[in-house]
């Protein structure tokens, strides 16, 4: 899959510490967002290791990539009772280890 500049390069660090700490998994869940008339639109895809993947209307390119949030969670399911309980567990868990001095990184 294509990547752009901004994940190839902008958050190379980003990327190399999400994919050796967490890891990409697979996508569980993704929601289309469509922009104003003429714009193509993008999918958000969340995976089972709490990874938020930002793809193309056409899926052939990663747009960005970062540590899923809790409230992307409940926004991507459509809700907070929709979420998955492992899914909530692991993005905490996400989210700790990429939190210093109350201030999240990597995300």
């Known amino acids: 899959m294509e990547m752009t500049y901004h994940v190839k390069v902008q958050r190379a660090e980003r ?22 008339l ?8 969340i995976t089972d290791t709490g990874v938020t993947i930002i793809k193309s209307e056409d899926k052939l390119k990663i747009i960005t990539m970062y ?21 909530r567990r692991k993005v905490d868990h996400n989210q700790s280890l990429f939190t210093e001095k109350g201030k999240t990184i990597w995300c």
Do not use: D, H, W
């Open 67 to 87: 540590v899923t949030t809790q409230r992307e969670l409940v926004s991507v399911y459509g809700g907070a009772g929709k979420v998955p309980s492992f899914l």
């Open 38 to 45: 003429g714009q193509a639109g993008k999918y958000i895809c």
């Open 15 to 36: 990327v190399k510490n999400i994919v050796e700490k967490i890891g990409m998994g697979q996508v569980v869940k993704e929601k289309y967002v469509r922009y104003e």
